[in-house]
């Protein structure tokens, strides 16, 4: 086998982290990004369980069935589209997800509630948030500025969805940052 699927690898740090261990154990990569594994020479079942054994203390985990393999593919769309300028998107996440990963959304979507124990918009929604506590954090664009960035319709609906996720109002999550800054700064 010349590729891997690799789980939980969701940005560019791990693809650095893997890159790195791989190379380090020997391995001649022609390409490696979120979940993915592209080896220059077919790698042996050895080769793979050293591997594996390399990645778990790291977090990540070698997917063998085909199911898993397809919902980490999911993950690392969302991810990608969460990363990008989100507000470019012209259309909906279901006809994105259909047409990255060339299958029905209906069919994604089954199996993704089915092994995640969570819906593909409720995985969005959380990497969306996330994305707005990075964006918060770095002070860069006001609330406005990050609504308009990441799609959300207003202020508002970004405030309340970013409540219902976190228990905290964008305003105060910022403020606890700042506060913890200011601590920190202190020593």
Partial sequence: MKTLRIKNMVCPRCIMVVEKTLEDMGFEIN???LGLVEF??????????AIEKKMIPLGFEILEDKKSMLVERIKNAIIELVSKDVNDLKITLSE???????????ALSKLFSTQE??????????????????LLVYDELNLSEI????????VAHLSNQFKKVTGLSPSHFKEIKANKDEIINQF
Wanted: hydrophobic share 30%; aromatic share 12%.
């Fill in 147 to 154: 609504a308009y960035k990441m799609n959300y319709s207003s």
């Fill in 117 to 134: 124990s969570q819906t593909i918009e409720q995985y969005y929604i959380l990497q969306k948030i996330e994305k707005v506590k990075e």
């Fill in 96 to 106: 994105y997800l259909s047409s990255k990963l060339q299958m029905e959304y209906k």
């Fill in 31 to 33: 390409d490696v990004e």
């Fill in 40 to 49: 220059h020479e077919p790698i042996t079942l050895e080769d793979k369980a």
